[in-house]
């Protein structure tokens, strides 16, 4: 039997494992941005809330997934015992081993979202740095073995520490170009100089 906390979980993870957010991933289905937050899960008494098969159908036909791979998701969903996360940013290239997995003080360990790939980690955004489109307070949420695509948000950790987060343009065996948010080209970087690139898998705002 299938429950409503697995169903709500299997919505979230196919966001996830899209690089959306559940508003995102309605909004891409033709949906409202509402349907799946958190506050549409249970009623005003306080009994469960079920998604309906019309919106579940868009979400699958909107990501290509079929009904067999969604029940997958429902009946099994993987994820980290806990998620490792820093506050910071401004990272140093030893906070990563050389496979891009955390490493060395500082992390502290929280509980991780359903459906998120092994590897993934969390960063909290000291700053405004990545204003307007992250802020102060944002945590970011990326894995290094994320399939990247070009256009998908990533994150971009340099040798000397600096962080970068845009759009992914350019990935080659040399170089990874990003761009800004607004369009603009962020500096190519040799691969040479990359400590670790991750996709956004997920950011709380």
Known sequence: MLTHSQIWTAIDTLAQRHGLTPSAL???????ATTFNRSKRRGADGNPRWPSTESIAKILTATQVSVDEFLAIVTSV???ASLPFLFSDH?????????GKPQGTGWEAIEPLPGLRGDSFAIGLASDAFAPSYR??????????????RGDRVLLLAGDGSLSIGELGLESATQVRLRCFSGQQIQARSTKDIRLLARILWVSQ
């Open 78 to 80: 993987p994820g980290p």
């Open 91 to 99: 990272l140093r290239p030893e906070a990563f081993n050389p496979e």
């Open 136 to 149: 102060q307070g944002d945590v970011v949420i990326a894995s290094p073995s994320a399939p990247r695509r």
């Open 26 to 32: 309605a909004k891409r289905a033709g949906l409202d």
